[in-house]
């Protein structure tokens, strides 16, 4: 996981917020892939992966000028990805009420082994019988966000957060079997 | 003698059936697939580090080269389109336009057939008053 240090990334935020565009870029460059992976991992459709990630950081650049601490960039910038991603999951779901025919051409599971290993084919199974926002937690946790960021995230305490790890964890771990078939 | 016999039924009815829980076992285990502890343990201590980190690499890889180019001209696209508020004083603003000429045209008839509805009376009223004068 490349990671800038905390003073270096303010200034590039700051540089950002003042328009500059190579300090964009070189923001959505430092982030890209991390933005990428969490995006697979809470909808799991390698196909949305570069719209939603694109998504994300137009809403990046648009809404940067409003972020009043530069500090806290990184928790503010995986907010908007979770946002985002479950505004997506939310108008799918809507779509297949409006057009019941459209989530067997929607949901084409990607064969085993297409994607990676069968621990990457198990772990994807295993997200994907979680709800939604059981996958945001446990993926802003690979993102290495703590737990007091992951309740200013969600809008939550500390507690609440670490108990729907523990029962996010609990689940994922249920379904969590290497040798299934996808 | 009897222990001998006893013995030897017993011998002969054991053997079968322990090699039937042998045969049990051997059919049981045939079905775990290979490498059957290694899944067990990997299921019991839930997804590693390792196949999060695929799980990344392989959301990272579904991005195309040139993916901040894009992203920075799309912004710069969005930024130039007007926004929704734009839009919508600006259909307000032509519609209130469209409705000020529209009253404004109404008007200007009732007032147009005012005047001649006006001018008509006054006509009467001038064609009677001269009746009224040149009378008997």
Redesign the interface.
Known sequence: ?ESTPPTALADLVRRAQKGD?VA??EL??SY???V??????MTNR?DY??DL??QV??KM??ALDRLQAPAQFESWLFRLARNTCIDQLRRQKLRRIFLPFGEEHENIPEPAGA???E??D???H?LGQLRPQDRALLALV?EGRSHAEIAEVLSTSVAAVKARLHRA?EH??EH????HET | MLVSIFGSITNQTMKPEKQAWEDLRAHASSRLSAGFADRVLRTAHGPTPEAWRLLRESGARRLRPGFAERVLRAARAAAEMPSFASQLALSAATAAVCLGAVLFFHQRRIDQADEQNLAEWRRIVAFAQEIDTSGP
Do not use: N
Request: aromatic share 10%; hydrophobic share 45%.
């Open positions: 996981m565009e964009q870029r959505i460059v890209q892939h991390r990428a992976g969490f995006v697979f991992a390698s992966v570069e990630s694109q950081f137009i650049i648009r994607v990676g290993t621990e990457l198990a772990l994807r295993a690979q964890r994922l771990r969590y079997q290497p040798d």
